[in-house]
């Protein structure tokens, strides 16, 4: 079983930035350097999208709404995986998971609690 456990979100001005941390734990196959990660989001309302991936080589993706704006990236000696957020903008107000991607970018395991960002003036 893999736990998630996401820390960093806030309330934050729009223009603002935020950097969000999930430390991964559990039994992992393949191991913690060769797993594909991701971060996703569900706004109040809506349904949970894919935000940002990151494969065990590094090979990163976004979603269009955020590229320019935030940058995933992991640290393999402490089973992290980071999203820095710049640029934010009200329509980033989310509550904000990571988790590991299946082959389409969906999440396979249990979600963790997430961690809530607010973007407001």
């Known amino acids: 079983q893999v736990q998630f456990v996401e820390s960093g979100g806030g309330l934050v001005q729009p223009g603002g930035s935020l950097r969000l941390s999930c430390v991964v734990s559990g039994s992992l196959f393949p191991p913690w350097a060769g797993t594909a990660m991701a971060w996703y989001r569900q706004a109040p309302g809506k349904q949970r999208e894919l935000v940002a991936g990151?494969?065990?080589?590094?090979?990163?993706n976004y979603a269009d709404s955020v590229k320019g704006r935030f940058t995933i990236s992991r640290d393999n000696r402490k089973n992290t995986v980071y999203l820095q957020m710049n640029s934010l903008k009200p329509e980033d107000t989310a509550v904000y998971y990571c988790?590991?991607?299946?082959?389409?970018?969906?999440?396979?395991?249990?979600w963790g609690q997430g961690t809530p960002v607010t973007v407001s003036s």
């Open positions: 990151i494969t065990g080589g590094g090979s990163t």
């Open positions: 988790n590991r991607p299946d082959r389409s970018w969906g999440p396979r395991d249990t």
